[in-house]
């Protein structure tokens, strides 16, 4: 957490930034079209729409959300992370990387300090079927509050 520092060796031509305001069409997009895939998401129906769009939104509010963009244009999103540095956990809420730059340590990079923490805390689960990150990680969707 805070004081520590995770080295992460990114590809060539990729740079770590802030998200900024015209990064949130895309963030939000990307968000809400990962999760409307789930079982819970068909589930809810158009509850899903409007309640998830409002909880993404407030969590971008709040959190601190990182990019990963070429280098050359840094519009160009490759991934981004939604993460909140809180006790006793830094929490990540979501972190996506495109399919083309996955496995190149972005997503590590995108979580930032917060990689080096003893436990990391997440949210979000994109498909019910997925295990999530191993330990040091748990899954605990009561930290979306």
């Known amino acids: 957490m805070r004081g520590k520092v995770a080295v992460v060796s990114l590809p060539a031509g990729v740079m770590i ?3 900024r305001g015209d990064d949130l069409a895309y963030i939000v997009h990307t968000w809400m079209k990962n999760f409307a895939m789930t079982a819970w998401a068909r589930e ?3 509850l ?3 309640e998830h769009r409002a909880l993404v939104k407030r969590l971008l509010g709040r ?3 990182r990019v990963a963009v070429s280098a050359e244009d840094s519009s160009a999103i490759l991934g981004f ?3 909140e540095e809180s006790l006793p956990a830094p929490v ?6 495109r399919k083309e730059a996955r496995r190149s340590g972005i997503a590590r990079a995108l979580i930032g300090s917060a990689a080096s923490a003893p436990l990391i805390e997440y949210t ?9 990150p191993k330990h040091p990680w748990v899954f605990n969707p009561y930290r979306l509050a």
């Not at 979000?124 to 999530?132: A, E, V």
């Open 63 to 65: 959190c601190e959300t």
């Open 81 to 83: 992370c939604c993460v």
């Open 124 to 132: 979000s689960k994109p498909s019910m079927d997925w295990r999530g």
């Open 92 to 97: 990540v809420h979501y972190c996506y990387v």
């Open 17 to 19: 930034r802030e998200a």
């Open 48 to 50: 899903f729409q409007t």
């Open 44 to 46: 809810a129906g158009p």
